[in-house]
T-cell receptor, first 113, second 113 residues
Framework: KNQVEQSPQSLIILEGKNCTLQ??????????LRWYKQDTGRGPVSLTI?????NTKSNGRYTATLDADTKQSSLHITASQLSDSASYIC????????????FGTGTRLTVIP | EAGVTQSPTHLIKTRGQQATLRCSPI?????VYWYQQALGLGLQFLLW???????NRGNFPPRFSGRQFPNYSSELNVNALELEDSALYLC????????????FGPGTRLTVL
């Protein structure tokens, strides 16, 4: 069964600290993996996208890693800011099929001063 | 360049009524997707339209329906509203085909009383 699981479900960190969010998937055949940031009550915004051959990709203070062998991805946030408070969603795409996106339930990050 | 727009921002209905939600894709995008995000849950795929035709639908009852207009904007209709239909409804658009990156709108918050 194609699934995407994220951990932790929620996380609270102090401003300026680093954190790492995890995504494990069983989606196959794998096409790509995206991390989205979703502010409360708003639509998700893409942070990074990685294909099978990419191990790491950065977008400012956000760095995503992918291990296609173990089917794991992580999103590392450096020097967190209050504006990083949001839900972070991992989305995995199949290579085939008309409905080929599988969404994780997200990690709710709260950055406190 | 304007992003995906959705209207209304909020919608309050009572059980049994009908709701109509609207979405305008990014210029040049011909695919429109609808998702339901209930409180605390991940995004659930509802419908995919491309070039004016319904390409796929998720595991939702027939009272969830929609259409795509010649200008590629789209409408989601929910008939015989039930309390559990209360959710954030997100629209996304992409270039033609399901393998292109989806860009999300801000969502419509539907509350069923």
């Amino acid at each position: 069964k194609n699934q995407v699981e994220q951990s932790p479900q929620s996380l609270i960190i102090l401003e300026g600290k680093n954190c790492t969010l995890q995504c494990n998937y069983t989606v196959s055949p794998f096409s790509n993996l995206r991390w989205y940031k979703q502010d409360t009550g708003r639509g998700p915004v893409s942070l990074t996208i990685m294909t099978f051959s990419e191990n790491t990709k950065s977008n400012g203070r956000y760095t995503a890693t992918l291990d296609a062998d173990t089917k794991q991805s992580s999103l590392h946030i450096t020097a967190s800011q209050l504006s990083d408070s949001a839900s972070y969603i991992c989305v995995v795409s199949l290579q085939t099929g008309a409905n080929n996106l599988f969404f994780g339930t997200g990690t709710r990050l709260t950055v406190i001063p | 360049e304007a992003g995906v727009t959705q209207s209304p921002t909020h919608l309050i209905k009572t059980r049994g009524q009908q709701a109509t939600l609207r979405c305008s894709p990014i210029s040049g995008h011909t695919s429109v997707y609808w998702y339901q995000q209930a409180l605390g849950l991940g995004l659930q795929f509802l419908l995919w339209y491309d070039e004016g035709e319904e390409r796929n639908r998720g595991n939702f009852p027939p009272r969830f329906s929609g259409r795509q207009f010649p200008n590629y904007s789209s409408e989601l209709n929910v008939n015989a509203l039930e309390l559990e239909d209360s959710a954030l409804y997100l629209c996304a658009s992409s270039l033609s085909g399901s393998y292109n990156e989806q860009f999300f709108g801000p969502g419509t918050r539907l509350t069923v009383l």
